[in-house]
């Protein structure tokens, strides 16, 4: 497949921008669920809205790819940001009574019927980004909007999680399923990474204002303060370990490989997701460190932030094999480092965690600076069933 002389929409508009401030908001309504629960009941129901946020932002994200802004794209977007709107509002309650659920699944159901639409206008007008076939990803969504809608119907409670997973794991088997529908699908190699990085900030600056809002209505001591500092170290060092590299890596991916649809399908739509998710559960952990810093933690929320950064480091490994068959040596050994702090969290205050976890984090990113510096080579773990 050649370069197109002429991409589409290579920035993001400022419409995109606005809707994109309905998902800050939403990404801090899921992370209050494992905040307010403290249990991995309630970690497990954040991961399951983050599911239908994320699966939102993508289909919305893909709808206007490769279109012209216009005031019609505006109108779009606007409608498709009073859903998430309607979403993030309710989304606290989504497990629990019944009428916010309810108007939860109609709103995601509204947005993901809207999207189908305007995914079957855009394969009417042969635009960039239209699948070829009206049974596609964006059909398999609208089936799992009507199964949470039965959800919100059925008692809270073991079956209407149930239907949640069900959902949630429809709705991401969907582009899994249909991956050949994905081959003749053209995708631009500028827009499409730009606005899944800006996901990627939104979901960073959780840390910042959980911890920030946590930090202005207490009375923090030394120790705090400290905890303070370091947490926003480590967002620096997160920050650097996907902007510094990993941004450019998905862009030359999608100039290079010649089906971008397996680069914005495991990439861009699985292997973000991963990301973000891994984010969310520092800033969950990171919120709780700052009340007590000093205290040996104890459920789940003392393992949220080594755990997070661990799903955060590891995603690089699958995002890199899957765009160019090889992962880092580096990152694989921080990976297993951090994993074994996550299993170690029980037995040390939560400011030793927090300390080594900042520590390793940086070590990580001056050993691949000094890598990249010196013109040496990385080290790469090679897999021979390299990504298709």
Known sequence: ??????????????????????????????????????????VGQTVLLLGIMWWSWVGTTLSVHGVEDSNRQRLFLFACGLCMFVVAITAPHAFTGHAQPLLLAIAHLVLRVMLWVEMQRKRAFSQAGAFANWFNPFTVTVVAAVILVVAALVPAGGLRNGLWIVAVLLAFGGPALLARRLQTVQFGATHLPERFATFVIIALGETVASVGSEAAEAHL?????????????????????YFAYGFSAVEHSL?????????????????????VIGLVLVAV???TMVEHPTAVAHGAAGYLLPLGATLFVTTFLFTRWRMFGAATLGRLITA????????????????????????????????????????????????PLRAR
């Open 255 to 275: 100039r290079t490989n010649q089906i971008r649809g397996t680069v914005v399908r495991d990439v861009l739509s699985y292997g973000h997701l991963l990301l």
């Open 221 to 241: 001591g030394v120790v705090a303060w400290i905890a303070v500092v370091l947490i926003f170290l480590l967002g620096c060092g997160l920050w650097w370990l």
């Open 336 to 383: 297993l480092v951090l994993a074994a702090l996550t299993l170690a969290t029980p037995l040390l205050p939560q400011i030793t965690v927090l300390a080594l976890t900042t520590a390793i984090l940086a070590g990580l990113n001056i050993f691949e600076h000094w890598i990249v510096s010196t013109g040496r080579p990385l080290l790469l773990l090679r897999n």
């Open 1 to 42: 497949m050649t370069e197109p002389q002429h991409e589409a929409h290579e920035r993001a508009s400022w419409a995109e921008l606005f809707f994109d401030l309905v998902l800050v908001f939403a990404v801090t309504q899921a992370a209050h669920v494992a905040f307010a629960g403290q249990s991995w009941g309630a």
């Open 285 to 287: 952990g990171a919120r």
